[in-house]
């Protein structure tokens, strides 16, 4: 049933402007999406139509409640995501997502880093001896190991992909789990795939200390909900399709010994994630590496860090303004060029923040009025000042503000979703 003809009152405390692009006539009752919300006295939140429409404890009876107005001990995350606190008697509005969440955005960074990886996983199973010693000790009992070695490598290299990420992302020194383990783990994974009759005699090759990896989990010394995040941005960590993938290899290859000019049969790769092979310097003897570019790596949306400053109605600048301006804050006739002037500096944003950005966000009465490109930064009493140009043709102008924090100042990571991570800062200076 949708939302609209089942709590017509609720439905009229969606914000229209906030949830731009969303087609909220068609919105089912059971529907987990994040939307906007502003009760009648003005309050504006993030929550789900489920949500809105439950008859939780605090509202007493009322579904039309507004959590802000009945004010329940409660915390409530930049996400939209709350957490009820019996010991607390109102609500706080925190700048900074649920731990959900953020655990979800470090896995989309390791994600990212993936296929930068790919080159480093090789170079450490071309150094490794327990590697070395189960591909040698393979090629002399599986009988068409030359014909199904490039998807043990592929999935090798894509599992050591991901533990060198997780280095890169969270700057160890080293991998999160021995290699000896993290490469164990790997091997009885290839063994539950391969026939039977070589498994036994394969599994002396097999590091005593192997891991296991878990249907949600990853061995190793990190928090267990990267296993469960990583599930949930579709990066299937058994890889149930190997077994698979092999049998049908073997069994091609069984098929050649009757038929000289028999063709492959199809095997549609195209939901994997390996990393793409083609790009490294390695010649590989055994194993057909060509058939490795047929996978491909996971596509994840587009995704722009940016920062955004907060203006005010246009008013005169300090005498002293150290750019040289005579006014300040937002003014509708003045051109890109001269609102970016005026909306460029002087902040109290960290300078790291700056730097990690792409874009400026330029934000009047909760609506995005500029945005810019980000080339650099100049340091002012203590503050700083952006450099970069107007965009004036982006996108995101004239949306409702995607970083929302009652902070004037923000830092965050934006894709086609909206907000996946932010940060809010201190006042201007």
Not at 298 to 307: G, Y
Request: hydrophobic share 35%.
């Amino acid at each position: 049933m949708r939302f609209k003809d089942k709590y017509p009152e609720l439905f009229r405390q969606l914000d229209p402007a906030r949830n731009s692009g969303i087609d909220l006539d068609s919105i089912p009752v059971s529907s987990h999406e994040m939307l906007w919300w502003r009760c009648p006295v003005g309050h504006q939140w993030r929550e789900t139509p489920l949500q809105r429409c439950s008859p939780a404890m605090w509202k007493n009876g009322d579904v039309d409640a507004c959590l802000y107005c009945v004010a329940p001990g409660c915390l409530v995350y930049s996400c939209g995501h709350r957490s009820f606190r019996s010991s607390e008697s109102t609500f706080r509005v925190l700048a900074h997502p649920c731990a959900k969440c953020e655990i979800t955005e470090h896995v989309r960074l390791i994600l990212d880093a993936v296929d930068d990886s790919a080159g480093a996983a090789v170079a450490l199973l071309d150094a490794d001896p327990y590697y070395a010693r189960f591909c040698a000790q393979a090629s002399e009992i599986v009988e068409w190991w030359d014909e199904i070695f490039p998807l043990v490598e592929a999935y090798f290299v894509r599992m050591v992909s991901v533990y060198v990420a997780i280095a890169v992302v969270e700057h160890r020194p080293e991998l999160s789990y021995p290699t000896s383990s993290l490469l164990g783990a790997c091997m009885l994974r290839i063994l539950a795939a391969l026939p039977h009759s070589v498994r036994d005699e394969l599994h002396s090759a097999v590091p005593d200390d192997a891991g296991d990896f878990r249907r949600t989990h990853l061995p190793g010394r990190h928090n267990s909900e990267i296993g469960w995040s990583l599930k949930k941005l579709g990066f299937d960590i058994l890889d149930t399709p190997l077994d698979d993938d092999v049998e049908r290899r073997l069994q091609f290859c069984e098929q050649q010994r009757f038929s000289a000019t028999g063709e492959q049969p199809p095997i549609d790769l195209h939901g994997r994630h390996y990393p793409p092979f083609a790009h490294l310097p390695r010649d590989r003897e055994r194993g057909a590496s060509s058939e490795l570019r047929g996978f491909r790596s996971k596509q994840l949306p587009p995704r722009i860090p940016a920062v955004r400053v907060t203006l005010g109605e246009s008013s005169p600048a300090d005498t002293d303004d150290p750019l040289g301006r005579t006014h300040l804050g937002y003014h509708r006739d003045l051109t890109p060029h001269e609102l970016w002037e005026r909306a460029r500096g002087v902040w109290k944003l960290r300078a790291d923040h700056v730097a990690a950005s792409t874009i400026a966000l330029v934000v009047h009465d909760k609506t995005v009025v500029l945005v810019a490109s980000i080339t650099g930064l100049t340091i002012h009493r203590g503050g700083l000042a952006i450099l970069g140009e107007p965009i004036p043709d982006h996108p995101l102008i004239g949306t409702p503000d995607p970083l929302h924090t009652p902070s004037p100042l923000a830092h965050g990571v934006i894709d086609g979703e909206g907000v996946l991570d932010q940060e809010s800062k201190c006042a201007r200076a």
